[in-house]
């Protein structure tokens, strides 16, 4: 996708601002309960007030009407919930829709409506900008401006949902940046409309490490689904792993192509779980480029949708 922001190129590490209340948009259901343990309030609030926010989309506290008046100002004045904000929607002719959306420290990121593909698709992004430098993307030339906060990434799919009325859809990580670059911000956003991620990772071997990779999985992924040429060395890499995490490692299973990949994941996935394909490596073992590898992924997923 095109990047919408000119800022500098240089990595930007100080948001979200440390003395910014406490913005609720940013917490997993766990991190919400502890905070209101902490506060001495009741914790079936914190199961209600996510509720609002991800299922419901409501980020005024006024509106969460299922809390008491005196609970719903005590939250008001204490935190805040985020949104992006749509600064220009762009539509096509193939129905496809394509949103700037303004961050709190005014970065602007790009978000994509897909429709009928066949499901309907929102794409959305991970980075302001990207390190990548790929010579055909125009993100890559901004260079990475800075990661988006797990808020900020979840934050997009409420903002479609709501600008376009659809209470289902699927979720695409091909917007700007690279979400294996922004990892934890990414698994955390996730958790807000999933169960478990099911995680495609693997192709062209650039002889990258993937020891730190596989350690960062843990907890986060239900299990990693191995393709491509680096299919053996990270099928090492979490071997080795697990060896000294024993049953916390991640499970990993070699699938050769794409196809067993996603294949091998519907077989394993309960209902609300994520196949997330994000490689970590280049696409040329086995495709032209990422957007080839990307409209595969999709052509899989949209024909097991069409035999289930």
Known sequence: MQGA????????????????????????????????????LPRFHARQIFRWI??????DFSAMTDLGLALREQLAEDFRISTPAIVRRDVSEDGTQKFVLALQDARRIESVFIPDTPAQTFCISTQVGCAMGCAFCLTGKMGLVRNLTAGEIAGQVRVLSHALQLPEFNIVLMGMGEPLHNYDATLKALTAYTGGVHLILGGYDKGAEFAELAAA????????????????????????????????????????????????????????????????????????????????????????????
């Open 5 to 40: 922001s000119s800022a500098s190129a240089r990595p930007s590490s100080d948001w979200p601002r440390r003395d910014a209340p406490i913005d609720l948009a940013e917490l997993t259901l766990t991190e919400l309960e502890a905070l209101f343990d902490q506060r001495h």
């Open 54 to 59: 991800w299922k419901r989309g409501v980020t």
């Open 217 to 308: 999985t843990e907890g986060r992924v239900k299990q990693v689904l191995l393709i491509g040429a680096t299919a053996p060395r990270l099928a090492t890499a979490f071997a080795a792993r697990a060896a000294t995490a024993g049953p916390l490692a991640t499970p990993y299973v070699l699938c050769g192509d794409l196809q067993g990949a996603v294949t091998a994941a519907a077989a394993s996935a309960e209902p609300g779980d994520v196949v997330l394909l994000s490689p970590a490596c280049a696409s040329w073992d086995q495709y032209r480029d990422y957007e080839q590898r990307g409209e595969q992924f999709l052509r899989l997923v949209s024909e097991l949708r069409a035999r289930s």
